[in-house]
DNA sequence: GCTCACCTATTTTTT
DNA sequence: ATAGGTGAGC
């Protein structure tokens, strides 16, 4: 473990600061006035500001990591401040890599002395070198939000709690809130009030138990623990008050408490110590994140909880067009109690945003996709400048299939991850169950994979004798044979299992991570059981495990590069922290000439000179859990402005009249956020008027023109004027378009409904098909909708068995 | 104990 | 659509 990092010797004091002293010059030649050349009034202030603390309000595009940036450096350069007495915390690992390039790129390499890493990577750094404080052992296993989920399913089975009223998903959620919040399972045991928060106090206090246990720590408890080690053991604490005097953090907006208060103690003075200088940047705009216990709280009240807070507000957007800003603005200025704020922008008005209203989400693919092919025809565009953001993961299938059918690249950044695929997990749970063997969840997830004929009932057993026993659950493997009630073929097959996990652990003593790795692979056999399977599915698998071990012998070069061991826990350390989102390169050749798909969550802090927002319907986005409620539904909104604000140049809203949600088709009316537009900014090239016209329903294609003047109940339906050559296109495009192959599809397919068959309706949605009379082109059917039940003429209407 | 076939609920967003 | 859970049959 020590590997990756400087840690801090036993005095606190950084083991760097001696040496480095002595053989660095301690000013670098860096002139201070040079660096702050080209910024204007606010940012200048923003990084010379000498005093704590202080608070950057920076609006989306202001130059923000210009900002952050040019104020470490000017804190090294021109106030003499050691590297080592720095710690910038960043949202995402790629973000604090970038960090440390650009800081390093103005003041040279010392810049790698800071600390600039994640809450979530430099609470482990902090753990691990304080473990005995901490009273963790040194190689404790990480949990992701899936590996609680598991344990979380393990603890409410023992606890017999009823699956259907306390789902493990919605156990482990409600956990991780208490946890952001601080709140320990005593604590909230004793103010539980009513049976289901009895339950949950229950499963909080025994998944604690059982993560202790299994020296495993999940993401929350991260945080949670390095703050619960400064308050109960205040000299630890004091070291890194002592050595940390700089204290930045970015995206303050998306803290959640646990962070808040690690903070505090980070800042907060001790006898004979000033309170470190702390700075924070962030919007509250773009807090996005309140879901998973964000609390935009934080950042409103700095003022109230800094006493003599400085607030220095960055308006000027240097990314985007007015118009877009326009958009941005008109869009987040309807939530209430926002503090005001205003982007302005000297780059004048630039593109019109372009609207699209498709009829299904593959036509809005379709467009997308021969949007893009426009653009890289008739200007400079690139398909690396375009980005196409969507409100969930799963809306990125429909564009993936265009985009493969017409041979446009792209790369779906997160989603679903590498490192969530079950053979990849499989692999981690070996490696840790290597590194640590009291990592039951590991082990069990992976002690009959392949298959060694240990069932349900074997590891029933192993569980039982381990807790009366009072012995770890790899402890009680080793006495298998002991357990009550286990079959001999289970006891040779726990036996194989554990002389396995024996040898790789003795391997992995010597060989380095991507050779235990191999042997792990192929000593269990899975590699053979996949190489020798028939699922096509296989063959991926076992690609994206040679993909694994490729991750694992960089992560080893690079740590030797830095002369430094590379440890099988060291690296599983980078998986567990590290998203595989960060580890795109942005400059990565391969990757420029692509366009980047991701969600609208990924996509903050980036931006792109041509963006494609899609999706904007309501139930979609904003999503349909954050229609009833109106925190959320203000976040939806933040979303959108973040969205909105990542174009530099064009902008392109997108929205389908109707989408295929879980197999069934629905249709989805205009996303509010459209209609909180101003109608000038947004030039239509389709309407829904396209759409209805071939229901027969509608009016003239594409040709409502003139529109709104009138205002919101026109646009939010989404008639807007259109030029003639748009609706010429429109035009085109739904007879070209997969929708209208749909339609007759539709139209032929009616008649044959029986009763009892589920049906969709273009209009009404989904319903049940209660009675059928007559035949061919008189056919009529007798539909329940839920809330109307009514008599169609089938040749007619647009329904559709599903 | 394992495998297959069927059933169902499930989808926000992520360090 | 699809993963995960359940139950029957081997």
Known sequence: MRALFELPSPDGQPAVLASDADSRPRRPQLDPEALVAGLNGPQRDAVTHAGSPLLIV?????????????????????????????????????????????????????????????????????????????????????????????????????????????????????????????????????RAKGPMERAVAEAYTLYQRRLKEAHALDFDDLIMTTVHLFQSHPHVAENYRRR????????????????????????????????????????????????????????????????????????????????????????????????????????????????????????????????????????????????????????????????????????????????????????????????????????????????????????????????????????????AADAPGISSRAVNGIGDFVALLEGLRELSETAPPEEVLEATLTRSGYLAELEESTDPQDAGRVENLQELVSVAREFTERVEGNDEQATLAGFLEQVALVADA????????????????????TAKGLEFPIVFLTGLEDGVFPHMRALGDNNELEEERRLAYVGITRARQRLYLSRAVTRSAWGAPSYNPTSRFIAELPEELVRWERTEGSYTSWSGTGGGVGNRGGSGASGGAARGGGFSGGTPKAAALAQRLGIDGSKLSTASELRQAAPKVAVGDRVNHQRYGLGRVLAVEGQGPSARAQIDFGDQTMWLVLRHAPVEKI
């Open 58 to 190: 920076a609006g989306a595009g202001s130059g923000k990591t210009r900002v952050l940036t040019h104020r470490i450096a000017y804190l090294l350069a021109a106030r003499d401040v050691h590297p080592g007495q720095v710690i910038a915390i960043t949202f995402t690992n790629k973000a604090a890599g970038e960090m440390k390039e650009r800081v390093a790129a103005l003041v040279g390499n010392r810049a790698r002395l800071m600390w600039v890493s994640t809450f979530h990577s430099a609470c482990v750094r902090i753990l691990r070198a304080e473990h005995d404080h901490a009273g963790l052992k040194s190689t404790f296993s990480i949990y992701d939000a899936d590996d609680s989920r598991r344990l979380m399913q393990l603890v409410a089975r023992e606890l017999d709690l009823d699956p259907k009223r306390h789902p493990a998903r919605g156990l482990a959620t409600q956990v991780s809130n208490l946890k952001n919040e601080l709140v320990d399972p005593e604590t909230f045991a004793a």
């Open 244 to 479: 940390f005097r700089h204290v930045l953090v970015d995206e303050y907006q998306d803290t959640n408490h646990a962070q808040y208060q690690l903070i505090k103690e980070l800042v907060s003075g001790t006898e004979g110590l000033e309170p470190a200088e702390l700075c924070v940047v962030g919007d509250a705009d773009q807090s996005i994140y309140a879901f998973r216990g964000a609390t935009i709280r934080n950042i409103l009240e700095f003022e109230r909880d800094y006493k003599d807070a400085r607030t220095i507000m960055l308006e000027q957007n240097y990314r985007s067009t007015q118009t877009i800003l326009n958009a941005a603005n008109a869009v987040i200025s309807r939530n209430p109690s926002r503090k005001p704020k205003r982007l302005w922008s000297d780059q004048g008005a630039g593109e019109s945003i372009v609207g699209y209203v498709a009829d299904t989400e593959h036509a809005e693919a379709d467009w997308v996709a021969r949007e893009i092919d426009r653009l890289t025809d008739d200007t400079d565009a690139r398909p690396g400048d375009v980005a196409v953001f969507y409100r969930t993961n799963a809306q990125s299938r429909v564009f993936e299939e265009v985009f493969i059918r017409v041979g446009l690249p792209y790369k779906v950044v997160g989603g679903v991850r590498f490192y969530e695929r079950r053979e990849v997990r499989d692999a981690l749970a070996y490696l840790r169950a290597i590194v640590n063997d009291d990592d039951t969840v590991s082990i069990r997830r992976i002690m009959n994979t392949p298959r060694r004929g240990i069932g349900d009932r074997a590891e029933g057993a192993v569980e039982a004798l381990s807790s009366r026993d009072r012995i770890s659950f790899g402890a009680a493997m080793r006495r």
């Open 582 to 601: 960060d580890q795109i390169p942005s400059d990565d050749p391969d990757h420029q000439g692509v366009v980047t798909l991701m969600t609208l969550h």
